[in-house]
Structure formats: structure tokens, C-alpha cells
């Protein structure tokens, strides 16, 4: 019976996954490791260790967004990029992220970068240029990439931003804090 539904049972892993993605998780409690810690500790790092993928770094505010990457064993080898859209998001926002996404032929530094800047306009994210309108700073929409293939094991990482405690003026906001920590 243990074997049945062991870490290894690919059907019961994807059921929690599934669960995960409902916002179940917050109502019941569901197996999961958690690397927490300031920004700039190392937190991606650890992941990249766990997950053999390098994660994309900036000299600015890199993780504004949570990004889950899930591995699936499965006989052909895919990536699909998408955006799940936070529960609170407008009908207008929801469309516009659920419409954005593809399938990437291998996911090495570059293209990663590039998915991730994709993804940060996508939201709607603060960037470089200077725009009339206010953009936020963070997202709580996430970033999911499904990786699956015939050597890959069955996993579910999710990077969130480094939790900080001041704000940094013209740049992020008390709310922004909040916003993090409830990640």
C-alpha cells in the first residue's frame, strides 16, 4: 500500500500539484520544502543546486514574481512556458496573461532570461524604461514552467523574491513588503 502512494507515485504527486494550484494549500497542509531567506541570501542558488537549471540573475531586483517549475518523467522531452494569473487579477489581466505562453525547444541560460524579461512584461512589471503610468514593482501572478522528459524526476520548485524589510524609495513600497511576505 506505502509503495502504492509513495514519492514516487507520479498520479498522487500530480494530484498535489493540481491541489496546489486550486489555493488548497492554504487550507489543508501539503508536502512542500520551503527555501526562505532575505534578498540576496543564496535562495536561488540552493534551487539551482536541487533543480540542475540555472536561474537568471540581474544587478537590480531579480525575483518579482514567483516562478514554479515543475519536472515531470514522461517519454518525450517538452518545456511549456505560462502564466498562472493570481486569484485577485482583473478579467482584463487574466485574458491577456492565460493568452501568453509556448513550448521553448531547451531551457539554457539564455532562453531562460529571455522567458523571464518576457514574462516581467507580461505582468506588467516595473522595468527600465519610464512610462506615464505607475507599474508595480512585484507580481503575485506566477511563472510556470513544466519541464518533462524521460530522465527527469517527479518535482515542483517554486522561487519567490527575497523577503526585505525596508522600502527602497521610487522603487518598491510598503506595500510591496506585504505583498512579498505573503507569497
Known amino acids: 500500500m506505502s509503495e502504492r502512494y509513495g514519492l514516487g507515485d507520479t498520479a498522487m504527486l500530480e494530484k498535489v500539484d493540481k491541489l496546489f494550484a486550486c489555493g488548497v494549500g492554504d487550507l489543508v497542509n501539503l508536502p512542500q520544502i520551503v527555501v526562505v531567506g532575505d534578498q540576496s541570501s543564496g535562495k536561488s542558488s540552493v534551487l539551482e543546486g536541487l533543480i540542475k537549471k540555472p536561474i537568471p540573475r540581474d544587478s537590480g531586483l531579480c525575483t518579482r514574481f514567483a516562478t514554479q517549475i515543475v519536472f515531470r518523467r514522461a517519454v518525450e522531452e517538452r518545456v511549456v512556458v505560462s502564466i498562472v494569473p493570481s486569484l485577485e487579477s482583473s478579467q482584463e489581466h487574466r485574458q491577456s496573461i492565460e493568452t501568453w505562453g509556448r513550448e521553448v525547444a531547451d531551457l ?24 506615464a503610468t505607475p ?14 522528459g524521460p530522465s527527469q524526476e517527479h518535482l515542483s520548485v517554486i522561487d519567490v523574491p527575497g523577503i526585505f524589510k525596508i522600502p527602497t524609495e521610487g522603487l518598491t513600497t510598503k506595500a510591496d513588503i506585504d505583498l512579498v511576505r505573503c507569497m
Do not use: C, W, Y
Not at 108 to 130: C, P, R, V, W, Y
Not at 142 to 147: A, F, G, Q, S, T
Open 108 to 131: 539554457d541560460t539564455n532562453t531562460f532570461s529571455k522567458i523571464m524579461q518576457e514574462a516581467h512584461e507580461q505582468m506588467g512589471l516595473i522595468g527600465e524604461e519610464t512610462t
Open 135 to 148: 507599474r508595480p514593482t512585484f507580481s503575485d501572478d506566477v511563472l510556470r514552467l513544466e519541464i518533462s
